[in-house]
């Protein structure tokens, strides 16, 4: 199987879409002349023309308006934010118009669009451009919310969400566009909605999503030395989430850490921790454990940028703590 990177894999996934259908177009800032702040969409103005790869100003609530606009009349536009730090400029347009829109018509307009671009921190950006959005946008209703962690992932669930009826959230890593990774060559789809196990395991379940599953799965790597296994599930979707393969693993494992790039508060970590203590507490044999980021806006120094994320070191902590070793 051939490998690409990241960002080939999106523009794959983009360009594909707008072929086999006219009413997708792609609108952001840098989209187009640029080949996209992120080269994800290079060579996509020469080959679909300034009508459908559409550069924009620096007006997030003014484009994403015309995004949704343009859903409520048929075409299937897919919005790129260049961060979603940036998106809270939009925020009003994607939670009181694109998430409410169907319900608000009594199911007269559907919204198929796709807001997307990079989320988290991406090293040295200081305390406005390090921010993980995707439990502010998954605690909305009439949004689907994605975020894949490899190329093959990134592909298959981009090709649906512009597919689907829905708004759809579409989270990505500015560290992560240059990773590689296989790619099937034919055509496939990955549905939204379904989490995947990305290694099996009995001692412990680890549950994380997007650029943090590297973390997961190195910390479930290092600890296969010692003998202990494993069980690593890659959310891929965090609204809906699939709690039923999260439930079974935890019968299975009886133990659960969750791993996550958010403020403590509030996300999804905490939302999967109520879950799991609803449905499965008998099974437990230890607390749940979570790792998030440190409950404080993230500093510039390289120094803060380790302390503040989630690590192999943390996570193994974690995950000794819940076998009581």
């Known amino acids: 199987m051939r490998v690409i990177q990241f960002r080939e894999a999106l523009r794959e996934a983009l360009s594909e879409e707008m072929r086999k259908d006219e009413n997708v177009f792609l609108m952001g800032e840098e989209v187009a002349d640029y080949n996209g702040a992120y080269k994800v969409s290079q060579g996509m103005l020469d080959e679909f023309g300034a009508k459908r790869v559409i550069d924009t100003p620096i007006a997030e609530l003014g484009f994403a308006g015309i995004g949704v606009g343009a859903a409520m009349n048929g075409l299937r536009p897919v919005i790129e934010f260049m961060t979603f730090n940036f998106s809270l400029v939009a925020i009003d347009q994607v939670i009181n118009a694109a998430a409410k829109v169907y319900q608000m018509s ?3 307009f559907n919204i198929p669009i796709v807001f997307r671009g ?3 921190s991406a090293g040295q950006l200081g305390a406005q451009h390090s921010q993980a959005f995707e439990n502010w946008f998954a605690n909305c209703p009439g949004l ?8 093959a992932d990134a592909k298959g669930l981009l090709k649906s969400a512009i597919r689907d009826n829905d708004p759809v959230i579409f989270m990505e ?3 992560m566009y240059g990773d590689k990774g296989e790619v099937p060559e034919e055509e496939y789809i990955i549905p939204i909605g379904k989490a995947s196990i990305k290694r099996e395991g009995s001692d412990v379940t680890i549950v994380s ?6 973390v997961a799965l190195a910390t479930a790597e290092e600890l296969s030395k010692e003998d202990i296994s494993c069980e690593v599930i890659d959310l891929m979707t965090v609204r809906p989430i699939d709690y039923d393969t999260i ?3 935890v019968k299975k494992t009886n133990r659960l850490v969750i791993v996550e790039e958010a403020w403590p508060l509030a996300s999804i970590s905490t939302e999967i921790t109520y879950m799991v203590q609803k449905r499965a507490f008998d099974y437990l044999d230890a ?3 979570r790792i998030c980021t440190t409950d404080t806006p993230l500093g510039y120094a390289p120094t803060f940028v380790q302390e503040f994320l989630p690590n192999v070191e943390r996570t193994t902590k974690a995950i000794k703590a819940v076998l009581y070793r």
Not at 144 to 151: A, D, E, H, L, R
Not at 209 to 214: A, C, E, N, S, T
């Open 209 to 214: 999503f997007g650029k943090i599953m590297k």
């Open 287 to 289: 607390p749940i454990q």
């Open 247 to 249: 439930i079974e693993s």
């Open 118 to 120: 990079p989320t988290g």
């Open 173 to 175: 890593s500015e560290q």
């Open 106 to 108: 009594g199911g007269q």
């Open 144 to 151: 689907k919310v994605v975020v894949p962690s490899n190329p």
